[in-house]
């Protein structure tokens, strides 16, 4: 089965706080994609990665970076962190990119910025 | 651009009663369509998925048929029970490899006992 692991569950950061997320995908997968989940919002793609350093904006970019250093690795960071940011993030991966390719979830981190 | 509307929930039903999730989409061209539930506390995990027109995708007692003249893919089953309880989000991936998952707000159904 793959396994897509993310380093916490729940994380309380303070306004302004560097924060780092961390994913690992034990499947050899090329993509890696970095989610945040809301309310009444869906699932919204924040950034994605097709390739070990290689990264491409989603949809909500703004406030976050990513960086991929190793093909299973993918961190979210959030360079100062905001309250609008707390969230539930939401990594996945996958093999490849075409229509039919299913997205692996990993359990999520609840982050609360105070 | 693509699109996923699903109605919205909560959705709460007794045991064993009949479910339908409505999902409508809009899309170029033949997108694949699929259904994610999430459970309590978890990540999204896939449920079924469907590629082409007058596909049906099944798991768990589950089905979607992908009904293009009406650009649906309702998810029903035919009794649900009190572990179905969860999120279920309806999702869309256009053909293209550069197409990214769009995914729908997601309705959250209750099983009552």
Known sequence: DVKVTQS??????????KVFLECVQDMD???M???RQDPGLGLRLIYFSYDVKMKEKGDIPEGYSVSREKKERFSLILESASTNQTSMYLCASSFGSGSTDTQYFGPGTRLTVL | GDSVTQMEG???LSEEAFLTINCTYTATGYPSLFWYVQ????????????TKADDKG???GFEATYRKETTSFHLEKGSVQVSDSAVYFCA???????SKIIFGSGTRLSIRP
């Open chain 1, 8 to 17: 916490s569950r729940y994380l309380v950061k303070r306004t302004g706080e």
């Open chain 1, 29 to 31: 997968h090329e993509n």
């Open chain 1, 33 to 35: 994609f970095w989610y």
């Open chain 2, 10 to 12: 909560p959705v709460t």
């Open chain 2, 39 to 50: 459970y309590p506390g978890e990540g999204l995990q896939l449920l079924l998925k469907a």
């Open chain 2, 58 to 60: 099944s798991n768990k």
């Open chain 2, 92 to 98: 869309l991936k256009g053909y293209s490899s550069a």
